[in-house]
């Protein structure tokens, strides 16, 4: 579709619930992990997060086969996490098991997002002097637009910030004051990896020549109100 020039807003990953016998029910998925022994640990920490139950381990030389009961939506965000935890060694597999009760509410993204003030171009100066509040999804000279989430938040809750504020310029020159910006490269997401990370107020905006994430309802004050209610 973006090749055929359309663009789209492509919002988180839903299950379907099913009510049985007047019980709410998700779907179950049996998880097939394949990982060196020495990440097995990690594996088993982040699926449990997830409402996951394993079901059995099983060594094979220096890899271990450990397979789970985990519910749909809890795979959902998973896999990038896994493969960054076992530095790409991880294979993962699963499939539809069927419906039981509903397990409870999952814990996905912790880390909250940076979100931007206004429109414009994002300045060097500003993403350097903002770079202790968490890491930044796009470049100096990017367009941005108010409510595009341009990075994570080192901590949980969401954050208004102004990329596109420029140096103030003035007539006074001292030693070190115009020294270069040190940037941290900007983290890129693939559609799937977007699609992974976003929280329920968020889009992934897809065009045929850029990809970004942005909060569903863009002006910071209205999101303010939404929020209250």
Avoid: W
Wanted: hydrophobic share 35%; with cysteine; net charge negative.
């Amino acid at each position: 579709m973006r090749r055929e020039g359309y663009e789209l807003q492509v919002g988180q990953p839903q299950v379907i619930y099913k009510e049985i016998d007047g019980v709410k029910c998700e779907p179950i998925e049996e998880m097939t992990i394949n990982v060196p022994e020495e990440f097995s640990s990690k594996m088993i920490d982040m699926v449990t997060r997830r409402k996951g139950e394993m079901t059995s381990m099983e060594s094979q030389g220096e890899r271990v086969n450990i397979e789970f009961l985990i519910p749909s939506r809890g795979i959902i965000g998973l896999r990038t996490n896994m493969l960054t935890a076992s530095q790409g060694e991880a294979i993962i597999a699963h499939r539809f098991k069927e419906y039981q009760p509903y397990k409870g509410d999952i814990n996905r993204r912790v880390n909250g997002s940076l979100i931007a003030l206004e429109s414009g171009n994002a300045y060097a100066y500003a993403i350097d002097h903002l770079q202790d509040r968490g890491r930044f999804f796009i470049e100096p000279q990017d367009q941005v637009y108010a409510g595009q989430v341009v990075g994570e938040h080192v901590h949980e809750n969401d954050i208004v910030i102004n990329v596109c504020k420029a140096k103030q310029l003035t007539n006074v020159r001292a030693s070190g004051t115009d020294e270069k910006a040190h940037i941290i490269p900007a983290t890129i997401f693939s559609l799937e990896e977007a699609l992974e990370y976003i929280k329920a107020d968020e889009y992934v905006e897809v065009t045929p020549k850029s990809m970004r994430m942005r909060k569903v309802i863009l002006d910071h004050l209205e999101r303010k109100r939404a929020n209250k209610e």
